[in-house]
């Protein structure tokens, strides 16, 4: 009876929270830190990928920057969320990637067209999921890593700009000149390659 | 929210100026308002693409599989770190080289079994009960045997994902 009642109480309970789980981790509870990596993964994940625009390299960096955080857990500041925590080990794993990266033959002259062309404009919501990765991928390998890094996590993953400070270690003020920065080049990338996506396809 | 006050809240969300409650509760309307999209799409296309980059595929579960596979791999490599690996490996290396294509029963003499093509993939089967079989070559040898068993055994990890 006394078990029943227990195995009731476990199953009503409230998942726990990020804190708890990284303290029962932090005792050596793998499972903890499973349910850890679990409700963040997607989010780790899809920042990398933006960051290195390419996804098998991304699952890669993600998956050691999780490895890092079960490594690191005792240096982990509750003061900070653990997601600012993991995309800061995250984003800097990916920027360092990204640097060391030899440069790769990115040309997407199929895409350019002739100045002069009429198109028509195409609103971006009617873009399926596949064509709307391309095209910010295509767009976003003209941005430096850090701007890179601070419009994926602020305006893709919408993390806080306090919480994107403390990612990449720098100011709030930095991290919207950053953003600000990377919208400007994209706008004018996206002008230049696909005037159609553009409000009046491009004619302002 | 109303598309009346989202549209209010449009320009300071695209200066980075809203609160994180009020951002995020003009997101959620983003993420379900064609109209007001459309707004913002107006007001900053580059803000409007990037609230459209997808999430990864849901694999989510063989992520996961695989970080808690490394974090076992990476606990096995350390405690076989510095000189006492080094004397593993190379104990590892002559066991498997010598054992390669055999089946190691503990408490017993070694049992042959049918040749095994050096050529074929890497790979561990654990047998049924306490054999481990060693096939192939370039696998890697991080541990051996149990401590508890009277003759060799050889772990070899060719997935993160296995169990030690």
Known sequence: ?204 | MTCEHARELIPAFVGLELAPADERAVREHLAACGGCRAALEEAEPATALALRVPAPGDDGEAFVAAVMGGLRQRRVERRLGGRSWRWLAAAAAVVAAFFAGTRVPRGGEPAATAALSPTAAPAIRPAEGTFIEVEGKGVRLYQLGDPAARDVAVAVVVDPTLEL
């Not at chain 1, 640097?99 to 997407?108: K, L, M, N, P, Y």
């Open chain 1, 1 to 204: 009876m006394g078990l029943l009642c227990l195995r009731v109480r476990e199953a009503v309970s409230e998942p726990r929270d990020d804190r708890e789980l990284v303290g029962a981790a932090l005792g050596g509870d793998e499972n903890a830190f499973a349910e850890l990596v679990r409700r963040h993964q997607a989010g780790v994940r899809r920042c990398a990928a933006r960051i290195l625009l390419d996804n098998e390299e991304a699952r890669d960096v993600a998956q050691l920057a999780f490895i890092r955080a079960w490594e690191n857990l005792a240096r982990y500041d509750a003061a900070w969320s653990f997601s600012t925590w993991l995309y800061r080990i995250a984003s800097n794993l990916a920027i360092d990637t990204l640097r060391s990266r030899e440069s790769r033959d990115r040309t997407h002259s199929g895409h350019l067209r002739l100045v002069g062309d009429r198109v028509e404009p195409v609103a971006l919501g009617k873009l399926g999921e596949d064509e709307v990765s391309r095209i910010f991928d295509e767009l976003a390998a003209a941005l430096p890593p850090m701007q890179r890094a601070a419009f994926v996590l602020r305006e893709v993953q919408g993390l806080a700009t306090a919480e994107v400070a403390t990612a990449l270690e720098c100011t709030e003020a930095t991290v919207r000149n950053h953003v600000f920065q990377a919208r400007q080049t994209l706008r004018r990338e996206l002008a230049r390659r696909y005037p159609e996506y553009l409000p009046m396809g491009g004619e302002r």
